[in-house]
T-cell receptor
Framework: EAQVTQNPRYLITVTGKKLTVTCSQN?????MSWYRQDPGLGLRQIYY???????DKGDVPEGYKVSRKEKRNFPLILESPSPNQTSLYFC???????????FGSGTRLTVV | AQKVTQAQTEISVVEKEDVTLDCVYE???????LFWYKQPPSGELVFLIR??????QNEISGRYSWNFQKSTSSFNFTITASQVVDSAVYFC??????????????FGQGTILTVHP
């Protein structure tokens, strides 16, 4: 089954404790992206990747890092999480520009 | 810069009513794509439709229909004979076809639709 898999689905952590949210897709898609969803703001792009070793900032990259060492994986790293990063996070992949994204199931992160 | 506006924050209807969700977009690109996604209470994002900027034909899929009007930069979504299972947050999104944004989806704020029995 074609899918984007994110883990974990839920995470509660404390301020400053490094964490990684994993994302993997099995569709051989070139484009991958991370979004965060906050009430009243819709979804905003954090980082995106056009292919292996090619990544760039989205609209809200502060406090996040990503890497794309393999085509299928695109982890999101929070080196020092803060409470304002409490949000619902989505990973997504796309075969090409404009083709639409397949989204993962989301990761609900709470930073206390 | 691209922008998507969903002016209706929340809509409440009674089952079997028709409901239209509005979406207005801004872009300087001549080629772009428009999308609608549904987010049910379980939280996942479900793709509903993609429309490219050269195709202004309206589309109908069962109880769902979409009205794309380039002249007014709108891409509205109508649910006919709404059902309780239609209760969800609906997002309109815009993506360019090239340039430097590499297919980034710009989302509207979302419309919360509640369908009462």
């Amino acid at each position: 089954e074609a899918q984007v898999t994110q883990n974990p689905r839920y995470l509660i952590t404390v301020t400053g404790k490094k964490l990684t949210v994993t994302c993997s897709q099995n569709m051989n898609h070139e484009y991958m992206s991370w979004y965060r969803q906050d009430p009243g703001l819709g979804l905003r792009q954090i980082y995106y990747s056009m292919n292996v070793e090619v990544t760039d900032k989205g609209d809200v990259p502060e406090g996040y890092k990503v890497s794309r060492k393999e085509k299928r994986n695109f982890p999101l790293i929070l080196e020092s999480p803060s409470p304002n990063q409490t949000s619902l996070y989505f990973c997504a992949s796309s075969a090409r520009q404009g083709s639409g994204y397949t989204f993962g199931s989301g990761t609900r992160l709470t930073v206390v | 810069a691209q922008k998507v506006t969903q002016a209706q924050t929340e809509i409440s209807v009674v089952e079997k009513e028709d409901v239209t969700l509005d979406c207005v977009y801004e872009t300087r690109d001549t080629t772009y794509y428009l999308f609608w996604y549904k987010q049910p209470p379980s939280g996942e994002l479900v793709f509903l439709i993609r429309r490219n900027s050269f195709d202004e034909q309206n589309e109908i899929s069962g109880r769902y229909s979409w009205n794309f009007q380039k002249s007014t930069s709108s891409f509205n979504f109508t649910i006919t004979a709404s059902q309780v299972v239609d209760s969800a947050v609906y997002f309109c999104a815009l993506s360019d076809a090239g340039g430097t944004s590499y297919g980034k989806l710009t989302f509207g704020q979302g419309t919360i639709l509640t369908v009462h029995p």
